[in-house]
């Protein structure tokens, strides 16, 4: 149902969104920054289409990771991890294991090599975009010592996907702590764990990691940051320490049963969307969320400056996604019957695929992180106010891009 101009969302709507936002002054500006407002390059016809079918992606995971779940838990993935991720194995698959993997991303309609330089022009834009933003994108890969893998497969990371290519000896415990090492080292701290043990049968281990630090254009006053009631849906609270900004500019929408608003960090390129259902309750419009939904929200975005309160909050979520993404139509991929064989020459299939993200939201700006491990194993209103569960995305404005994305029922 369309609000009518300057409608007020309920204050249980209006509650929610101060939830997620944090900054530091009233209102008032960071250090200057050029305001960003187009990409360094138009983008190719293929990533248009990959950008596309990578947010799709994102709503679809999301739905599966949650079906896995308690149904008000919180969650918070990165499908740009986890897409990247897969990207790079999918460039080791062949035959129906390579098409089940393009199911699975949205991208039937490209080939291997439209996908790579998706891939590849994603890492070429979107670190360096806007210089007030940290934004670090990284691969790896890390082999039994000794395994045999395709030249080709092994150039492939290297080109498109800036990966590292790495043996180590599995056998040896400290193998572990050098993935982790590098994991930790690409997160900045946040996600210090990625691989748990390095099972017998495990002969390879590809990894993504992405890492967001940003500062936003507008703070919150921490002098004005104070306790309030954060309604959880059922009828009872948690208090949370709500941010307040007087008059934020931003961009919002207040209709089709939500309230959503865009704050942006640095220049403005990048940006937290936060979604604050009335209507109905978050699981409700989750069970209903799809791209284009998503899409006409997002067109519908007004600037405007606007009084606005979001909780402090800091989170961390792991997932195994092996039944998700076999939900999703790759269920191949991690059976016998899986084709690698433009990976090794030997028969292997995905044993499991870990996904572990962090965000921290305050005062200043966000923080977040996420790290995805792909293991291969031998085949033998005038006023905005969020006070109730929300959805969360963080993405980069200008290609459309979702880099997270998650659902937040408690935010303590």
């Known amino acids: 149902m369309a609000a009518p101009p300057r409608f007020r969302p309920p204050t249980e709507a209006i509650t929610l969104l101060s939830l997620l936002v944090i900054g530091c002054g009233e209102g008032s500006p960071t250090a200057p920054h050029d305001p960003i407002d187009s990409l360094p390059r138009s983008l190719t016809q293929q990533e248009l289409v990959a950008i596309e079918a990578s947010n799709d992606f994102a709503f679809r995971l999301l739905g599966e990771v949650r079906a896995d779940l308690e149904p008000e838990e919180n969650v918070f993935i990165s499908p740009l991890s986890v897409s990247m991720a897969l990207g790079m194995a999918a460039n080791g698959a ?51 010592q000794g395994f045999p893998l395709e030249e080709a497969f092994v150039e492939r990371a290297r080109s498109f996907f800036d990966a590292r290519a790495e043996e180590l000896d599995f056998a040896d415990p400290g193998a572990r702590d050098v993935i ?51 309604s959880l849906g059922d009828g009872d609270f948690v208090d949370v320490p709500m941010m307040s900004a007087g008059e934020m500019p931003l961009g919002h929408y207040f209709g089709d049963g939500v309230a959503v608003a865009d704050l942006p960090y640095g220049g403005g390129a990048y940006s937290m969307t936060l979604v604050v259902p009335w209507e109905e309750d978050l699981s409700s419009v989750l069970a209903d969320l799809t791209r284009a ?120």
């Open 293 to 412: 939904r998503w899409d006409g929200w997002i067109g519908e975005l007004r600037k405007d400056t606007l009084p606005v309160f979001v909780p402090r909050f800091e989170m961390e979520f792991e997932a195994k996604l092996k039944d998700p993404l076999s939900r999703m139509g790759m269920g191949i991929a991690f059976t016998g019957a899986a084709d690698f064989s433009d990976l090794t020459p030997v028969g292997v299939h995905i044993d499991r695929v870990v996904h572990k993200t962090f965000l921290k939201v305050d005062e200043k700006g966000s923080e977040a992180a996420a790290a995805t491990s792909v293991v291969f194993q031998d085949s033998l209103a005038s006023i905005f106010r969020a006070d109730r569960p929300f959805l969360v995305a963080m993405r980069e404005r200008l290609s459309g891009t979702i880099l997270f994305l998650g659902a937040v029922y408690d935010p303590t």
């Open 180 to 230: 982790n090492g590098w994991v930790d080292d690409m997160t900045h701290g946040r996600i210090a764990e990625i691989v748990a043990e390095i099972q017998s049968s495990d002969v390879l281990f590809l990894i993504n990691a992405v890492y967001f630090k940003g500062d936003w254009t507008t703070r919150f006053d921490p002098a004005k940051t104070r306790t309030e009631p954060f």
């Open 94 to 144: 062949a035959g129906g294991t390579l098409d089940a993997m393009k199911v699975a991303l949205g991208v039937q309609g490209l080939t291997r090599d439209e996908m790579n330089e998706a891939y590849r022009g994603l890492l070429d834009v979107l670190p360096p975009l806007d210089p007030a933003v940290e934004v670090g994108i990284a691969n790896s890969m890390w082999a039994r």
